[in-house]
C-alpha cells in the first residue's frame, strides 16, 4: 500500500503548485484522503481533506481561499491545488488516506513527504 506524493518545488511568493498523490497497492476509492503539511520546527498541521465521494471538504483556516483539495477516482488520485502561496506555506507536504466513511482528523495511511518551498 503506497501513497506517492509528487509536484512540490520551489516557487515565489504568489505562485501557485498542484501537488498530486496517487495510491497504489490497493483502491482508496471509499477512502477519505486530504494532505497534511509541516513547516521546519512546527508540528503537522491538517491542511485540507475531502470525502471519499468529494461531497465535502475540510480546509484550515490558514489556507481557506487558496488551496483547493479534489480527487479523481478512477485514477485513485488526490489532488492539492496551491494558489497564491506565501513563504509561511512553506512545509513538508504530507497526502493521508483513511477508511472514515467522512472527515476525520487522524488518518490511518501515510504517504512520502513533498517539499514546498515558497520564496519572498
Known amino acids: 500500500v503506497q501513497l506517492q506524493a509528487s509536484g512540490g518545488g520551489l516557487v515565489q511568493a504568489g505562485g501557485s503548485l498542484r501537488l498530486s498523490c496517487a495510491a497504489s497497492g490497493r483502491t482508496f476509492s471509499s477512502f477519505a484522503k486530504g494532505w497534511f503539511r509541516q513547516a521546519p520546527g512546527k508540528g503537522r498541521e491538517l491542511v485540507a481533506a475531502i470525502t471519499w465521494d468529494g461531497s465535502s471538504a475540510y480546509y484550515a483556516d490558514s489556507v481557506k481561499g487558496r488551496f483547493t483539495i479534489s480527487r479523481d477516482n478512477a485514477k485513485n488520485t488526490v489532488y492539492l491545488q496551491m494558489n497564491s502561496l506565501k513563504p509561511e506555506d512553506t512545509a513538508v507536504y504530507y497526502c493521508?488516506?483513511?477508511?472514515?466513511?467522512?472527515?476525520?482528523?487522524?488518518?490511518?495511511?501515510w504517504g512520502q513527504g513533498t517539499q514546498v518551498t515558497v520564496s519572498s
Open positions: 493521508v488516506a483513511d477508511v472514515s466513511a467522512g472527515l476525520p482528523k487522524l488518518f490511518d495511511y
